[in-house]
Nanobody, 124 residues
Framework: QVQLVESGGGLVQAGGSQRLSCVASVRTFSYYSVGWFRQAPGKEREFVSAISWIDLKYYTDSVKGRFTISRDNAKSTVYLQMNNLEPEDTAAYYC??????????????????WGQGTQVTVSS
């Protein structure tokens, strides 16, 4: 069983930055692909970004050039650096993990483990 804990959310003004962290409780973290998803009130959960276990990175179009995903396997942590935040980025952000998956990472159904989420609120 893998437990994921997100942190780093909060209130930020439009144009500001935040860095989210997702810490995994697994020793073989380097074999896991990790995705970030978000869900705004009344909307479906949507893909934001993912990093595969072989360090391939994926982004949804609306965050390209603004968000950067990275990982530190020694700390079992994936980061999502979010710059130039917009009110439309307001949502609960969730990280998810799956072992040794390299494609299809934009689909929530591909993941076995989910964190509890962290709220990001961007004020205009």
């Amino acid at each position: 069983q893998v437990q994921l804990v997100e942190s780093g959310g909060g209130l930020v003004q439009a144009g500001g930055s935040q860095r989210l962290s997702c810490v995994a409780s697994v020793r073989t973290f380097s074999y896991y692909s990790v995705g970030w998803f978000r869900q705004a009130p009344g909307k479906e959960r949507e893909f934001v970004s993912a990093i595969s276990w072989i360090d391939l990175k994926y982004y949804t179009d609306s965050v390209k050039g603004r968000f950067t995903i990275s990982r530190d396997n020694a700390k079992s942590t994936v980061y999502l650096q979010m710059n130039n935040l917009e009110p439309e980025d307001t949502a609960a952000y969730y990280c998810a993990a799956v072992r040794m998956r390299g494609n299809g990472l934009e689909r929530p159904s591909e993941y076995n483990y989910w964190g509890q989420g962290t709220q990001v609120t961007v004020s205009s």
